[in-house]
């Protein structure tokens, strides 16, 4: 059964901590992705990875970092929490490219993170 | 840019009955991948339905299907036969080469 597994279900911290959100999956995926889902603004992508210490901007990169030393694991950072990153973090994976059969996105549970 | 776009941000439907969900997708390129996730209260993401875009014939999955229009860039679900399960999120998602790009989500609830 694929897994893509996220370190935390709920995380609380406080302003200007630094966070870490791991996501860590065992089908060697070679694409993985964060994304944060907000009411009424659907899943917005953070930062994506598509090989190891490799990364590319999504739509709203600010505020954030991200860190793949290994295949099966992609880290989200965020380097100074702020009240306006409270959200629900979800982590995908997927095969690379389209010439892939199998190039749907497997997901993990969700980190609902809330910074006071 | 590519984008997704759900006009629906909330739909209804009666137990048994049959409900669209529509999406649309601006993309220049010619090969790619379209999916419908769904998202119940668990928050668990499920794929429902996968089209790729080459395909002229329609995806089917059980009580789930699509109309795929690639000119128009329509891809919209339909839900046969709706059941108390099917209460969910839906987001409609599209991939080319590696970005995965969502939609903002239909909220459909299902009623007995």
């Known amino acids: 059964d694929v897994k893509v597994t996220q370190s935390s279900r709920y995380l609380v911290k406080r302003t200007g901590e630094k966070v870490f959100l791991e996501c860590v999956q065992d089908?060697?995926?070679?694409?993985m992705f964060w994304y944060r889902q907000d009411p009424g603004l659907g899943l917005r992508l953070i930062y994506f990875?598509?090989?190891?210490?490799?990364?590319e901007k999504g739509d709203i990169p600010e505020g954030y970092s991200v860190s793949r030393e290994k295949k099966e694991r992609f880290s989200l950072i965020l380097e100074s929490a702020s009240t306006n990153q409270t959200s629900m973090y979800l982590c995908?994976?997927?095969?690379?490219?389209?010439?892939?059969?199998?190039?749907?996105?497997?997901f993990g549970q969700g980190t609902r993170l809330t910074v006071v | 840019a590519q984008t997704v776009t759900q006009s629906q941000p909330e739909m209804s439907v009666q137990e048994a009955e049959t409900v669209t969900l529509s999406c649309t997708y601006d993309?220049?390129?010619?090969?790619?991948?379209l999916f419908w996730y769904k998202q119940p209260p668990s928050r668990q993401m499920i794929l429902v339905i996968r089209?790729?875009?080459?395909?002229?014939q329609n995806a089917t999955e059980n009580r789930f299907s699509v109309n795929f229009q690639k000119a128009a860039k329509s891809f919209s679900l339909k839900i046969s036969d709706s059941q108390l399960g099917d209460t969910a999120m839906y987001f409609c998602?599209?991939?080319?080469?590696?970005?995965?790009?969502f939609g903002t989500g239909t909220r459909l609830q299902v009623f007995p």
């Open positions: 993309t220049s390129e010619n090969n790619y991948y």
């Open positions: 990875s598509y090989d190891v210490k490799m990364k």
């Open positions: 089908m060697d995926h070679e694409n």
């Open positions: 089209q790729e875009a080459y395909k002229q």
């Open positions: 998602a599209f991939i080319n080469t590696d970005k995965l790009i």
């Open positions: 995908a994976s997927s095969l690379l490219g389209t010439g892939r059969m199998n190039t749907e996105a497997f």
